[in-house]
């Protein structure tokens, strides 16, 4: 394919621009017989919405998703799953100014010199709208990991610029508009956000996934592995500037003897290596981090060229996330249950009929 | 495929166990015309290959690669390039103690679980071993991009555990057995390996590789991005737990106007991207950054369980890297090769007749 | 991907049933620039739609289709482009008799034993409603190939049940609805299948397609050879059961004097070949013929059994073909289409800077 | 991949010309557990090997294949299984006259203008030689399909120009030189192939391939049909100029009342559809007939041209077969083997799972 599609066994292939008729996108690989409708969609879709709270761009985006085929009296047929995002807010006037420029930081100088012209209405291709189907894809491959086969997806956001998590529970994230699992850090968040809107200026995150029950022995040698194609996965998202699994950047200054997870018959005794060894599942958590860019999407004036390659003056106005972080974290699991998912498909191929002798051993708390 | 083959238009696929009869792997997509020959090739692999100083594993593989097919009369002819390296010191009896236990850190407990059974000489299929054919495979890649679109791929060791690289100068880089930029640090370097290996203990490491020349509008949106496949590149290598583009993790305290890279006709004013906005290049060095762990195989004892779950002690004898990061860097930049010639081929193909009366911006230096 | 995409960098992907929400695609791949529009598309959907003689299934399907993305002010811009038809003459009535057993000759009982569950209503994926979305796709590639390449590709009707066509001028093709080159054959055509219609029974036919104007050098070895990708587009549509490339199956008593294709420096001597030598297009016209299958779906009664097993009659009613061929000529055009213009994107990528100083050959007249 | 690749589960990726240093392929997807050697290979490879009767090439290839990789305590590992056959019988000197030239019927011509430079030797990768790794892996297939899930793949000859096989019995197909099942007829081919040898000249023939046991549910819609698969593979073998499934050509005069395969709760009362309704497996046996075209390598002049375009007279000296088809029954075998394989892996990944209270419908006998 060329670039618009993911997964080798369950494959999303999307489409869309920002400010075009519509976004979209195909879900082939969906095994059969599971419930499914829109609502399933919904709630995740719901999580990345921007305008819910007055921290991400009010731009007002219904997201009310569509199943166009794939599924018949409320179950999956094993047929291609389309989904259709008609697009209703486009407010097109807001980019006028920039149809002739290039806004630094942003995909318009590299889209226009591989495709020779591009759509310039918000993006077009390259605007974050385009993660509304990862979502909507990602939700579909979240309910039949948790249903079939036990796994949870979940992240939250770590840190926000200079503000990191520093307390950990689960129940928060999903009561603040950050999804931080810090409740003593919120107040600052919001405090700090206020700021940073009313400077005009963004800044970067830090996003944490994890996935848990994910059994041992899922990831292919040597390409294909588990955590290669996670990376490829993550770093696909908008706005994604690096990747980590498990201790990541950490591990340069590790030792061997502290970095090896080791094995006793009651579990592993740490998780250096976030739940992939050799690319291939071990049974333990798989945990993953992100760092996002701070969005380039200022409306204070940054210096760029024109089409003619004179030199102009770019101000973003229109309605932008100050920091797109804080909407990464439905992507992120998206993505997760997208690449597990496809491997889980893949592991059931070629190794439906493996067994052993030895039980799984434990995961490390 | 199953996981060994790695690449669209210009793919690499692998086959072979560390100890096996051969390891070897097959090159489709290479365009014919292109003079080749085993040195072409070999000289990439001595510097990869192990045993060139006291630093690096003792295990003695002269790596003399064979071209088996798609080269005539000392040019490529289109047609797959299969390469082979017999294995000849192979010294199995190193390895008979582990194989009733899986060492911690290694692949052995993931594919036994996996497959049911592993071929336990050497790691088999997950050793390093397999490495070589990765760093043959890229060095086609590197003359083709350096003749054909005069495109340099070179790396280095930005750090080795505690110890930084200050000072930067390619040209140490060739004459230090550690690639390192910084010649001052080079004894420190020695003293600290030395004391490694005489603990028993291994270390990890970073790796930075830079890709210069890439013209704009190399990548695919959405998924295909430039900067996710070479995620995935370098996921896929042994040891690797971590991936920056650009300005990486230190995006997330960045603020957006001091990461977006702004633009005059003069060139561009930094590369906080790395050379990647939207997927797709932007004519500026593509820069790449990586993490490495600390090998887990060290002659210090450590925790385990056998096939039989029961509680074990492993050692591992035999010649390995306290550090292989050490040896990464030609690994390092053959996957960055093999990506880019994958999406200069995918450029190619679907926008050969893209012209724009805009000269390229010329690159931050 | 699982099965509903075709083409490695021109990717049609396919989804829809019958009588779902609606019917769609996504084409990735399509070159930036072109002038495109729905008028573009609808023309061939024209010649594809049932109900416009008496000698097709009275459904009337308006096929509208929209363009959801990929196109800007006018020209593709490189992006994948989204096609939809809504469903709008669903009468799910007229099959509701059948959502309990097999109608023999359809896929009702595979898709059943495959998936567990089916969407009975028209045949759900299986229904040859899908085809209207490769002809769509096929537009978009026939216009491109003509522009860019100068390649034409046409299709006619060569036999009808027991008629076959004798004389051959391309002009009666679009002015008879039998898409039948022999115009002195029409009112034969036109009496048998009124009987045929009466007698409530079906019957097979033989559609070719030629293209003219391909150049030497398209095509790949050794499995994605041009030939064994057109068997492969034409076998995947629904009814055929054969397909020859040039002298097809009468090469079985051909002598290899009078069977390979002599040269002179006028030209080739004579095309058995088809257009393709070892995979690869000669330069010489394209040509493919296809055998289709009577449709199954008749009013009288057929043996057939439930989803207990249980022995039942199956008769359809509704609107059928009495010869599902007469429409396949504009589905095989499409077909071929999208087969040359992957395999043109292809060549473009491995091969863009091959030149000999050899003239191609001429082809035979 | 750039088309030496097949299967997207079971995966052949093959390399190596005619008379370069050897020919081998990659196998990447057979799981794991299942007992391998070399002799299991061996014995598919001398039912190919030419020279074993004077009816095929004298030209001697002991084809003794290597396992490097894969295979491990007599077992498949799971990873890729490495085949080598290194090339002992070159006598290049054979060819040295047509280096300059282009053999009409051959892909001299068509590899010279999409690559520039060709390995005239033996006509180097589009050689029938490239044949002897599908018959490798394809033996791979046939054993695990034959061991874990109870499929027969035989082939045999149906027709040798003008001579039919009217008598059928799989007893003679071992036994005779012919793959011929009409032990009546052997004398016959005999007597036709020394007269057809003397007279310099070659013959067309047709293979037929059946493939029992093999369960409803394999094949994937709408574009990875079973059929498709099939067609595309058999099209790709040298040589093959057209492809059947079932009744085939001869659907083109059923009626729909004969051409449907009725079903009662003994079983289906025909086969027409060749096992594959809707592009996939009914439960019924599969079968493929493929048309084969004479060889162009003939002793008898034809016309060409040469490099420069210059008329010249082409003979091709050295040893051929008059019919190519004789030996191409293990080959067609293997490529139906390769595509079950493939699509028996397909079916476990995505419909694992599936249940139904329906037993399978026996097959028609």
């Known amino acids: 394919m060329s670039g618009n599609s993911i997964g080798k066994l369950f494959t999303i292939t999307s489409f869309g621009e ?7 996108c195909v879900i082939d690989g969906c095994p059969p017989g599971m419930a499914l409708s829109e609502t399933d969609l919904q709630a995740d879709l719901e999580r990345r919405r921007p305008g819910k709270s007055r921290h991400t761009t009010q731009r007002r985006e219904p997201d009310a998703v569509r199943i166009l085929s794939g599924v018949f009296e409320g179950r999956t047929t094993g047929t291609p799953i389309g989904l259709l995002i008609e697009n209703v807010d486009q407010r097109s006037k807001d980019y006028g100014k920039i149809m002739d420029r290039f806004r630094p930081g942003h995909a318009d100088y590299t889209y226009y010199k591989k495709f020779g012209l591009r759509d310039y209405r918000g993006g077009g291709r390259s605007s974050a709208r385009e993660t509304a189907m990862r979502v909507a894809a990602g939700a579909i491959a979240k309910k039949y990991l948790a249903e079939r086969c036990g796994v949870t997806i979940r992240g939250y956001l770590a840190q926000l610029g200079p503000i990191r998590a520093e307390a950990f529970d689960w129940a928060p994230v999903a009561e603040n508009p950050f999804f931080c699992p810090d409740a003593g850090k919120v107040a600052e968040l919001e405090a700090y956000m206020d700021g940073l809107r009313k400077s005009g200026d963004s800044v970067g995150a830090r996003v944490n996934v994890v996935a848990e029950g994910v059994p041992p022995g899922w990831g292919e ?68 981090s992100i760092a996002l860019k701070p969005t380039s999407s ?34 992120a699991e998206a993505m997760l249950a997208i690449v ?22 434990p995961a490390h708390p």
């Open 221 to 288: 040698p040597i390409f294909d592995r588990l955590d290669a194609d996670i990376a490829h996965a993550m770093m696909s998202i908008n706005a994604v500037k690096g990747v980590e699994i498990g201790a990541g950047f950490a591990s340069i200054e590790h030792k061997g003897t502290e970095h090896r997870d080791e094995i006793t018959p009651e579990g592993f005794l740490s998780n250096q290596a976030g739940g992939v060894l050799g690319g291939i599942s071990s049974g333990q958590a798989i945990t993953v």
């Open 18 to 24: 920002s400010h075009g008729a519509a976004i979209g």
């Open 340 to 361: 597990l998912m496809d491997h889980m498909l893949r592991q059931r191929a070629q190794n439906a009929d493996v067994r052993t002798d030895l039980p799984d051993i």
């Open 298 to 331: 200022l409306r204070l004036p940054g210096r760029s060229v024109n089409l003619a390659g004179a030199p102009v003056e770019v101000i973003t106005e229109g309605r932008h996330d100050p920091c797109v972080g804080i909407r990464a974290t439905p992507i």
